[in-house]
């Protein structure tokens, strides 16, 4: 593969930037970490020691933990502008020393079965294409997925998911899924319905349907030991189950009692349990989220499967310290593959806990179990970015906070940020303060309306930066040192964030406080709420009121619009390329459009904006494709400068322009 080269075990080597002394890797003074999958603490990792082992990490878990519940050991390298990364690729337990013991020196351990790659730079952007190439792209997602979602530990049955999807439509407040988790089942056995608290799947999900709710359901790897259980006799009939040491089935309690645990090493397993979902798309399910697939067990309690564990592998057996790290990916793909056969006309959606390098062709990944703390939503940034700069690009944390008691304000704050990641959803554990977007009455109600309402504007804007991380592997939330890499202020900045290349997120992660600083890298920044323009590279105060996060927009780049939809199923008026007006530069933006779904034609067009004195000209290409979108595209300038606008474009219709010229 073009940039990617596989280091020797022995000898030194240079490689592009790299240098090697065997598998240890030589740092320059001054290079920089980043990367390593899913963490907590903050972005960079130099200095660091990290842990590759996936676990159920007990709740809370601060930035003294170190392994979460996916396993990525690809590190970006940053040194003198230049980027290139290291991925070791060993599905069983890896440590890196990032340079903390010997500050000279990149350390590995791990098993004889260790390969190493360096992926060429220079750029972070050709890293990710070259790491992207060699463990798989993101697809794409259905329209429906950048939704908003709804979740909770649980809803306990048909009559509450009607009520919490009829709230969302009489409160106008923007949503498009509504998730089933472990009490839809029948004794939580897997791929089966509770028959008291969901008599009738089939129909509750076709009337939510009509109200343009999608329903998601939750599976975990622990298959219940019974006898009256098809899952169960099927898998162990077909020897489809992991085996202890001694060639017995191995068996642990998880939430439905004994369980055994499907070897998703095999691929007739995974093809079987796939098969499985049948159950779930009979219904009408529209998705899957994979739990629990560390995988966790509880005995010990919140502990993982042994090591000895064999995976008979059909065929090619492997004990589990060999593939632990794997198991998550593994019953990931099993869901999609499933559900791809079982629905070939449409996009798989599938959400997983665990997983490994390459996770991303499966599934998107939300990060567990986090806590409704500030501090929690404050590390959201980081750990978002780590995992787009690692090709998990299609990432969210639970917004509001999994456990402990979300509050007005908190809400509020964390779907400010929320709605920017590429995976927004509300989910919060049983016990705890309810958190629907209405949960804590006004304001906090009409705040989340808002950013919700902010969110389904995005859309199209976001559904681009899907398609390019599709093609390319740039991850949709990003560092700022992915876009800039020439300027170090940015590897320090993770407490901000770019969605895509044009717009600056900068989110309140304390309660009670309405300004932060803000680092405005190069460019010139257009304030989303006033349109005021700032040249960057600039440190600022930004005034951020409830209901006004600091969101920064690149002047003068015309950004794809929705109107506010209250789901992704109605069909807009139109599209809006709003630009900001301001400096002398001139900006182009791309758009991707398609029919939401499936596999049929596409378009692309770019809006370009120059800047000529006074006079603004906006041109917008002709589609190159041949889907034909349903609307007509409109444009609209904001923008305090005195300006002339020119119309040149063919399809052009100027609906408003909206000058503030004193
Ligand atoms: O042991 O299914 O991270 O999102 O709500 C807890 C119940 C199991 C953990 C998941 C969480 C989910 C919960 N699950």
New binding site residues.
């Given amino acids: 593969m073009d940039g990617v080269v596989r280091v020797e075990r022995a000898g030194r080597q240079s490689i592009g930037d790299a240098e090697f002394d065997g598998f240890v890797k030589l740092r320059p003074e001054g290079e920089r970490y980043f990367a390593c999958g899913e963490r907590t603490a903050g972005l960079e990792k130099t200095g660091t020691r990290q842990v590759f082992w996936n676990v159920d990490p007990p709740a809370g878990h601060t930035a003294s933990f170190n392994n979460l519940y996916t396993s990525i050991p690809f590190v970006l390298c940053l040194h003198e502008g230049r980027a290139h990364g290291v991925f070791y690729d060993h599905p069983g337990r890896i440590e890196l020393d990032l340079a903390k013991a010997d500050p000279g020196r990149v350390t590995v351990e791990a098993s004889d079965d260790l390969k190493v790659y360096v992926l060429l730079g220079p750029t972070p952007a050709a890293v990710l294409e070259r790491y992207t190439a060699l463990t798989g792209r993101t697809p794409m997602p259905p329209l429906w997925a950048l939704g908003n979602q709804q979740s909770r530990?649980s809803y306990m049955d048909a009559d509450e998911v009607r009520s919490i999807a009829a709230e969302f439509r009489a409160r106008s407040i923007p949503c498009d899924v509504v998730y089933l988790?472990?009490d839809h089942m029948d004794g939580y056995r897997v791929f089966t319905w509770s028959d008291e608290r969901f008599p009738d799947p089939a129909g509750l999900i076709a009337s939510l349907r009509e109200d343009g709710f999608r329903v998601v359901t939750?599976t975990d790897p622990g298959v219940k030991v019974d006898e009256s259980y098809d899952v169960y006799v099927t898998g162990r009939d077909g020897g489809f189950f992991c085996l202890t040491a001694d060639g017995e089935e191995y068996q642990n309690v998880v939430w439905p009692g004994m369980c055994a645990f499907p070897d998703f090493t095999n691929p007739a397993v995974r093809e079987w349990w796939g098969a499985q979902h049948s159950v779930l798309t009979d219904a009408g399910v529209a998705g899957v989220w994979c739990?629990?697939n560390e995988p966790?067990m509880f005995v010990p309690r919140q502990s993982t499967m042994p090591e000895d564990v064999v995976h008979p592998g059909g065929g090619r057996a492997r004990t589990h310290a060999e593939v632990h790290n794997a198991y998550g990916s593994l019953m990931a793909e099993a869901a999609r593959g499933g559900l791809a056969r079982l629905r070939p006309d449409a996009r798989p959606f599938v959400i997983s806990?665990a997983g490994y390098a390459g996770l991303q062709q499966h599934a998107l990944q939300w990060t567990?179990?986090n806590s409704s703390w500030w501090e929690h939503l404050w590390m959201s940034m980081p750990q978002l970015q780590n995992l787009g700069l690692s090709g998990i690009a299609w990432s969210g944390v639970d917004v509001g906070g999994?456990f402990g008691d979300c509050d007005g304000e908190l809400l509020a704050r964390w779907t400010e940020f929320g709605i920017f990641q590429p995976f927004c959803r509300n989910?919060s554990?049983m016990g705890t303060a309810r958190q629907e977007p209405w949960a804590f009455g006004e304001p906090w109600e009409s705040l989340c309306r808002a950013m919700l309402e902010l969110r389904m504007q995005l859309v199209p804007y976001l559904y681009t930066a899907f398609e390019e991380c599709h093609r390319t592997g740039a991850p949709i939330l990003r560092p700022l040192l992915f876009d800039h890499p020439d300027d170090p202020v940015t590897y320090t900045a993770d407490d901000e964030f770019l969605l895509g290349s044009s717009i600056l997120v900068a989110p309140i992660t304390r309660p009670g406080i309405e300004h932060r600083y803000v680092y405005l890298p190069a460019g010139s920044w257009a304030h989303w709420w006033t349109g005021e323009v700032i040249e960057g590279p600039a440190h600022i105060l930004a005034h951020a009121p409830l209901g006004q996060p600091a969101v920064y927009v690149r002047s003068n780049t015309p950004l794809p619009l929705y109107p506010a939809l209250q789901h992704t199923g109605e069909v807009p008026d139109s599209l809006t390329w709003r630009v900001f007006v301001g400096g002398s530069a001139s900006g182009s933006s791309s758009l991707y459009e398609d029919a939401g779904d499936g596999y049929g034609p596409s378009c692309r067009r770019t809006a370009h904006v120059e800047r000529d004195g006074e006079l603004v000209r906006f041109t917008l290409s002709g589609r190159e494709g041949s889907y034909v979108p349903p609307y007509p595209s409109l444009v609209e300038f904001v923008g305090h400068e005195r300006v002339e606008v020119e119309e040149t474009g063919q399809a052009l219709v100027i609906e408003r322009f909206m000058k503030n010229a004193d």
């Fill in positions: 530990w988790d472990i939750i739990d629990m966790a806990r567990g179990d999994f989910h554990a």
